[in-house]
C-alpha cells in the first residue's frame, strides 16, 4: 500500500513535470513572435510580453519536483559522485528533512499573505493592456512547494529503503 502511494506520488511529480515541459515550446514561440512583432512590424504587446513571464514561472515553478525527481538539479558536487549508494542515500535523507522540507515550509509560510493578498482582490497586471491573472501565476509559488515536498517525502521513503535494503545485505553477508 505505502509502495503505491510513493509510486503514485512519483508518477504525479512525473507527469507535472512532463507537461509543463511542453511550454518550453510554447515559450519560443512566444518569444519569436514578441521578437518578430518589434522589430519587423514595430509593433508590440504587453500581454503577449507577460505570456512569457506566465510560461517562464510556470516551467520553473512547476518543473522544479521534477528536476529534483531526475536527480538533474544543481549540486555542489566535488565528493558525491564518488559516494557509495549508501552514502548518496543518507546525504540526500539528510538534506531531505533538514534542508528541503523546513525550507519549503518557511516558502509557504512567507508567501501565504502575498498570495492570499492577491488572490483577494484577484490582481491583473499593472499594465495596460496586461494579462489579468496575476494571483494565478503567485499561487504558482504554493504548487512548487507542495510538489517539492511531496519529491522530498518520495525521496526520504525511497533512501530509507537504500539504507536499509543495503544494511539488511551486509548483515546477512
Same mark, same amino acid.
Given at each position: 500500500?505505502?509502495?503505491?502511494?510513493?509510486?503514485?506520488?512519483?508518477?504525479?511529480?512525473?507527469?507535472?513535470? =512532463?507537461?509543463?515541459?511542453?511550454? !518550453?515550446? /510554447?515559450?519560443?514561440?512566444?518569444?519569436?513572435? +514578441?521578437?518578430?512583432?518589434?522589430? &519587423? #512590424?514595430?509593433?508590440?504587446?504587453?500581454?503577449?510580453?507577460?505570456?512569457?513571464?506566465?510560461?517562464?514561472?510556470?516551467?520553473?515553478?512547476?518543473?522544479?519536483?521534477?528536476?529534483?525527481?531526475?536527480?538533474?538539479?544543481? =549540486?555542489?558536487?566535488?565528493?558525491? !559522485?564518488? /559516494?557509495?549508494?549508501?552514502?548518496?542515500?543518507? +546525504?540526500?535523507?539528510?538534506?531531505? &528533512? #533538514?534542508?528541503?522540507?523546513?525550507?519549503?515550509?518557511?516558502?509557504?509560510?512567507?508567501?501565504?499573505?502575498?498570495?492570499?493578498?492577491?488572490?483577494?482582490?484577484?490582481?491583473?497586471?499593472?499594465?495596460?493592456?496586461?494579462?489579468?491573472?496575476?494571483?494565478?501565476?503567485?499561487?504558482?509559488?504554493?504548487?512548487?512547494?507542495?510538489?517539492?515536498?511531496?519529491?522530498?517525502?518520495?525521496?526520504?521513503?525511497?533512501?530509507?529503503?537504500?539504507?536499509?535494503?543495503?544494511?539488511?545485505?551486509?548483515?546477512?553477508?
Amino acid at each position: 500500500m505505502f509502495n503505491k502511494v510513493l509510486t503514485g506520488a512519483e508518477a504525479f511529480i512525473d507527469w507535472s513535470g =512532463r507537461t509543463v515541459s511542453w511550454l !518550453s515550446i /510554447f515559450l519560443v514561440l512566444v518569444m519569436f513572435a +514578441v521578437v518578430v512583432l518589434r522589430y &519587423v #512590424f514595430d509593433s508590440g504587446s504587453i500581454a503577449l510580453q507577460e505570456v512569457t513571464t506566465y510560461l517562464h514561472a510556470s516551467v520553473f515553478l512547476v518543473g522544479m519536483a521534477y528536476t529534483m525527481q531526475r536527480d538533474a538539479h544543481v =549540486r555542489v558536487d566535488i565528493f558525491y !559522485s564518488r /559516494f557509495s549508494r549508501q552514502t548518496k542515500a543518507w +546525504v540526500n535523507l539528510f538534506g531531505a &528533512v #533538514f534542508f528541503l522540507l523546513p525550507f519549503m515550509l518557511f516558502i509557504s509560510w512567507v508567501s501565504w499573505e502575498y498570495i492570499a493578498d492577491s488572490w483577494s482582490v484577484l490582481e491583473g497586471s499593472r499594465e495596460a493592456g496586461g494579462l489579468p491573472g496575476v494571483f494565478l501565476l503567485k499561487s504558482l509559488i504554493l504548487v512548487m512547494t507542495f510538489l517539492l515536498s511531496l519529491q522530498a517525502c518520495t525521496q526520504i521513503a525511497r533512501n530509507i529503503e537504500i539504507i536499509l535494503y543495503t544494511n539488511s545485505r551486509q548483515g546477512g553477508s
